[in-house]
């Protein structure tokens, strides 16, 4: 099993930055991927980004691209999610999620585990 807790939501401005975290623990030597999900009220939960322990590949979604940026440290098997110039349609909860497989994906069903979520609020 592999446990995912994700922290740094909150309550931002039009164009500012936030930075989340997601560590996570238990058999983490068995995932292959992180990635980041967000869910917005009365829609689907949609992909953000993901990110291979041990590589260098990184997906993003169109919609983010340029203004966030993710980073593993694998040493505190712990990633980053720098997220600037947030805009109001930014606003969700934020889920930090694991693929235990590869190859690297978009697609929510291939996440295994999954954090409680954390959610970013982003004021016009």
């Known amino acids: 099993q592999v446990q995912l807790a994700e922290s740094g939501g909150g309550v931002v401005q039009t164009g500012d930055s936030l930075r989340l975290s997601c560590a996570a623990s238990g058999r983490t030597s068995s995932t292959y991927a992180l990635g980041w999900f967000r869910q917005a009220p009365g829609k689907d939960r949609e992909f953000v980004v993901a990110?291979?322990?041990?590589?260098?590949?990184?997906y993003y979604a169109d919609s983010v691209k340029g203004r966030f940026t993710i980073s593993n440290d694998n040493a505190e098997n712990t990633v980053y999610l720098q997220m600037t110039n947030l805009k109001p349609e930014d606003t969700a909860v934020y889920y930090c999620?694991?693929?235990?497989?590869?190859?690297?994906?978009?697609?929510?069903?291939?996440?295994?585990?999954w954090g409680q979520g954390t959610q970013v609020t982003v004021s016009a």
């Open positions: 990110v291979p322990w041990k590589d260098d590949k990184i």
């Open positions: 999620a694991a693929d235990p497989y590869g190859p690297l994906s978009t697609t929510l069903n291939r996440y295994d585990y």
